[in-house]
T-cell receptor
Framework: DSGVTQTPKHLITATGQRVTLRCSPR?????VYWYQQSLDQGLQFLIQ???????AKGNILERFSAQQFPDLHSELNLSSLELGDSALYFC?????????????FGSGTRLTVV | DAKTTQPNSMESNEEEPVHLPCNHS???????IHWYRQLPSQGPEYVIH???SNVNNRMASLAIAEDRKSSTLILHRATLRDAAVYYC????????????FGKGTLLTVNP
């Protein structure tokens, strides 16, 4: 157990639907990162939050949004889902932003869009 | 962005040392080199990172070339649990918060 909790572990939904993925960072970590891993694209950075504020955006689609709440947990919202959104979604956390502190990843949410 | 080149795959025998190479010839002077690994069906896991000198921790050692154009991750005694994809990731100069994963090296450990 890495200390980063992601729920649900698996999610199957239909095209056009909306889902919410949840991430609880490791205790004491203030920064949260979201990544998408698909077979053809590998691990792609989506978005980063630090203490409730958005800090950086990567290849995140406009149909996707995220937020970090006062208790530091984060949610990734995916809407108007397409077949191509099927992927593993990972959340990572770190004490503060910065690679030199090491990122701790959760075990991911596997999203299947049918 | 600093580009990396890693072998697609490597094979090792259990309890033998493993040397995983990474070329990063375009790395800038302030970029750290980070290594992560991803075991099957798990999220990536931090292994080690360094700037100029060699680094050791309980998991591995990192040997960085003097010109910093390459580095080698060393697993001193491979175990079956070390079978994973290993990613070499230079910090993206100036914005050292975004891990940019390449394709990595798939390490197979034979019993």
């Amino acid at each position: 157990d890495s200390g980063v909790t992601q729920t649900p572990k698996h999610l199957i939904t239909a095209t056009g639907q909306r889902v919410t993925l949840r991430c609880s960072p490791r205790s004491g970590d203030l920064s949260v990162y979201w990544y998408q891993q698909s077979l053809d694209q590998g691990l792609q950075f989506l978005i980063q939050y630090y203490n409730g504020e958005e800090r950086a955006k990567g290849n995140i689609l406009e149909r996707f949004s995220a937020q970090q709440f006062p208790d530091l947990h984060s949610e990734l919202n995916l809407s108007s889902l397409e077949l191509g959104d099927s992927a593993l979604y990972f959340c990572a956390s770190s004490v503060v932003p910065g690679l030199n502190y090491g990122y701790t990843f959760g075990s991911g949410t596997r999203l299947t869009v049918v | 962005d600093a580009k990396t080149t890693q072998p697609n795959s490597m094979e090792s025998n259990e309890e033998e040392p493993v040397h995983l190479p990474c070329n990063h010839s375009t790395i800038s002077g302030t970029d750290y080199i980070h290594w992560y690994r991803q075991l099957p069906s798990q999220g990536p896991e931090y292994v080690i990172h360094g700037l100029t000198s060699n680094v050791n921790n309980r998991m591995a050692s990192l040997a960085i070339a003097e010109d910093r154009k390459s580095s080698t991750l060393i697993l001193h005694r491979a175990t079956l649990r070390d079978a994973a994809v290993y990613y070499c990731i230079p910090s993206i100069g100036g914005s050292n918060y975004k891990l940019t994963f390449g394709k990595g090296t798939l390490l197979t450990v034979n019993p």
